[in-house]
């Protein structure tokens, strides 16, 4: 007898991976899972080239006089660097990868709602990016991300039209994703999955979609204006013409102040599963967690006027817009300190998420309190347009929400790419991500004060000592993500095989096999327990 | 749980639900809050116009008296009926007639020409009396005593409004057409049952939608601060 004929030929279980192979097969998915990759790839080259102009930025403020490049140039770096962050990394990043492939395993469905819509909505971001790709190779756009009228009007001789449109067009793709979102969260639930036994990452989910499908079609109306008076040359913004370039301002901000929490809700949700699952505990003041993300949704969209306390708002508007922005840090406090509760004699481990974790907590409370200083009427006339606003929003998101996104991504790994990553090469770049990004952005807070004003080729020599630190901390920053990079790519060929639930994480989606198939569940789950059931999964194991 | 359908291939059901009623809420739902994003997609547009009617009362007045309210009356009057012929090929689907259904959806989608027809004039007019901002803007004779007293610029601000609103609603129009002609298709094949039936459902609620913003657009453009 043959014992080599009869060994059974080690083979995978069939997943979502493996279902089906052909590049057909990956562009007309309608797997939801298959969907996250495809944004997943995207965003991650949208963020090398946007990390890329900042790369550039950073060499050019290495001395007084400018290393690099014209003014002219340095202008579209900023512009380009802030819009390509913003709309087509940080705004999709959260939502359309790990929200993609968690929310309909969270809620326990076999997809969302509407698959068709939710591939559409990938379509609609590649074509808005690369209608912008084609406008930065063209020319560039010299605006600043907010395309103020009259830069991007009277005074504009740059390809604005064309990055408009762009973002025009990729907000729907954000528009369909929040809408999605939110008929599968309320109409897809598995039996005895109530509203309050959601996991937190579900409500964060919520409240961003709500805030995506409120503030985008704004967004797309302000930039459609722009585009009548830009193509037809009517002053619809323009004074010369009669038309009000604060009233620009307005309806930019009514969306990209809420477009500031789309940013950072979502990377507040991947927190709360991270604390509690690696302080084996339940989220301290669960309820209180889940509705602070709604209230943070509604205030979000009461607090637009902080922009523009410098320009020729009323005071008493300004007053008003003053005081919401404090109430808005309300909610947001309560998230910190619940957190931090939580830990509190938990059974905590340092694995690299939870390092993620509470990076987050020490980076975002930095920017949320520093915030203040510029929600206050009479600090912010001395600090608007300074280096203390370009460090203070990154410090919320990068130090938030790219913080928020990777450790959501070293949670879920083994979970989407069924393999482990290394975990030493993991916590080491996350230390390196936490040095590198306090390092680049804790001196320009430093610089603000002083008085160095941001978007400028050039600045006064003294200076220097603290634009040099911020470009070192640059260059580790730098490295800090490429290593990420680097052994998630390895992870999928070399990684060891990952078990069903290597975290010992609470969670429908754990339940399933990883990397999941392409139906989710063999069988629609029935949840009897609260969300973060920690202490009942320990009882369990101990018992037996 | 009477009338609770629970087929396994029901016809229509998309896989990953469990049953057609599941199926017809989330459709319903994803329709309404499509709805909303478009009221905030014209609210930006109706605040602007508010705004510089506010700011240039004499030139925007001037603006609606140019306008011809008898064919913007006719055009209410046309759209209201394709809303009740829209409602009416709803019920008819839910009742599982088929020609019926049919019917309504090409008598809907013959009004809705109508309406695009009306405004065609319109914009013809506009021409003809050289008021079309930027492309050909010369007004002169009455039309100019007209827009003379408020400030030319400021009227010219006003039709850039009235052409921008009246051309997002006219061009959800022609997408909303375009939606009847997909259902009149596969109504005549008879995709649509007594349990499913929610397209028609759907494109009627955004039928009726585009119908109610030109009840808003109406008086907003034509009426308000007219002479009678």
């Known amino acids: 007898m043959s014992t080599a004929l009869l060994e059974p030929r080690v083979q995978a279980p069939r997943n979502y991976l493996n279902a089906e192979y052909g590049w057909k097969s990956w562009l007309f998915t309608l797997d939801h899972k298959r969907i996250a990759l495809l944004y997943m790839v995207s965003i991650t080259v949208f963020f090398l080239i946007g990390a890329s102009f900042a790369a550039l930025m950073r060499i050019q403020l290495l001395s007084p006089q400018g290393e690099l490049v014209q003014p002219e140039t340095y202008n579209k770096l900023f512009t380009l660097h802030g819009i390509v962050m913003i709309f087509f990394f940080l705004i999709p990043s959260i939502p359309a990868v790990l929200g993609n492939f968690l929310v309909p395993l969270m809620v326990g469905a076999r997809d969302l709602a509407f698959p068709k819509l939710n591939l559409l909505s990938w379509y609609i971001y590649v074509v808005g990016g690369l209608f912008t790709l084609f406008a930065a190779i063209a020319g560039g756009v010299d605006t600043g991300w907010t395309f103020y009228t009259p830069y991007s009007s009277t005074y504009s001789n740059t390809q604005v039209t064309a990055v408009a449109v762009g973002v025009f067009i990729t907000g729907f793709s954000s528009i369909l994703t929040g809408l999605n979102f939110i008929v599968t969260i309320h109409k897809m639930r598995a039996p005895g999955l109530t509203w309050f036994r959601m996991p937190l990452f579900l409500w964060a989910m919520y409240a961003t979609s709500l805030i995506m499908i409120l503030g985008t079609p704004v967004l797309a109306i302000t930039i459609f204006l722009l585009a009548i008076e830009h193509l037809f040359h009517v002053g619809i913004f323009s004074p010369a013409l009669g038309g009000d370039p604060l009233l620009f301002q307005h309806l930019f901000w009514f969306y990209s102040h809420p477009a500031v929490y789309i940013m950072i809700l979502p990377s507040m949700g991947v927190v709360s599963e991270i604390i509690a699952c690696f302080s084996r505990k339940r989220i301290f003041g669960y309820r209180v967690v889940a509705f602070s993300s709604v209230a943070i949704a509604v205030l979000g969209f009461l607090v637009w006027g902080h922009h523009m306390f410098v320009t020729g708002q009323s005071v008493y508007a300004g007053l008003v817009f003053s005081l919401l922005s404090f109430l808005v840090a309300i909610p947001s406090a309560i998230k910190v300190f619940n957190w931090t509760s939580t830990l509190y004699k938990g059974s905590i481990s340092y694995d690299a998420p939870m390092l993620y974790a509470l990076g987050f907590i020490g980076l975002f409370t930095m920017g949320g309190l520093t915030g203040l200083f510029l929600a206050s009427l009479a600090t912010d006339v001395h600090l608007n347009g300074t280096y203390f606003i370009v460090a203070h929003f990154h410090y919320i998101m990068v130090g938030g929400a790219v913080m928020g996104y990777l450790g959501g991504m070293h949670f879920w790994w083994p979970k989407i790419s069924g393999r482990l990553y290394p975990n030493g090469w993991a916590a080491f770049a996350a230390v390196i991500i936490f040095i590198g990004f306090n390092l680049t952005f804790f001196p320009q807070f430093v610089l603000g004060y002083l008085g160095m004003p941001r978007r400028y080729a050039f600045y006064p020599a003294e200076f220097q000592v603290l634009n040099v630190m911020s470009t070192a901390g640059a260059s580790v920053l730098g490295v800090g993500y490429l290593i990420p990079l680097i052994y998630f790519i390895w992870s999928m060929r070399y990684g060891p095989v990952a078990p069903k639930n290597p975290w010992g994480a609470t969670g429908l989606e754990w339940q399933t096999a990883s990397p999941p198939t392409t139906e989710n569940f063999a069988e629609i789950p029935v949840v009897t327990q609260e969300a973060y059931a920690y202490s009942e999964a320990e009882q369990e194991v101990n018992l037996g | ?228």
């Open chain 2, 1 to 228: 749980m009477a009338d609770h359908v629970n087929l396994e291939h029901a016809t229509g059901m998309a896989h990953q639900f469990e049953n057609l009623d599941q199926q017809q809420d989330a459709d319903m739902l994803g329709i309404w809050l499509f709805l909303v994003t478009e009221i905030m997609f014209f609210g930006g547009v109706f605040a602007s116009y508010a705004i510089y009617r506010w700011f240039y009362l004499p030139a925007f007045e001037g603006g609606s008296h140019i306008l011809d309210i008898r064919l913007g009356a006719t055009n209410t009057i046309v759209l209201l009926g394709s809303s009740l012929t829209m409602a009416l090929s709803v019920r008819s689907a839910q009742t599982g007639n088929r020609r019926a259904t049919v019917m309504f959806l090409i008598l809907t989608m013959i009004l809705g020409g109508a309406f695009l027809g009306i405004k065609g004039v319109e914009y013809h007019q506009k021409f003809v009396e050289h008021i079309v901002p930027s492309l050909d803007w010369a007004p002169e004779g009455k039309v100019l005593a007209e827009l003379a007293p408020g400030g030319l610029q400021h009227a010219e601000l006003y039709f850039i409004f009235y052409f921008a609103m009246t051309g997002l609603h006219a061009l959800h129009m022609i997408i909303g057409m375009g939606l009847l002609l997909w259902l009149v298709l596969r109504a005549r094949k008879g995709a649509f049952t007594p349990h499913y039936f929610a397209p028609v459902e759907v494109v009627g609620l955004y039928w009726h939608f585009v119908d109610i913003v030109w009840i808003f657009l109406f008086p907003l453009l034509y009426l308000i601060g007219g002479r009678y």
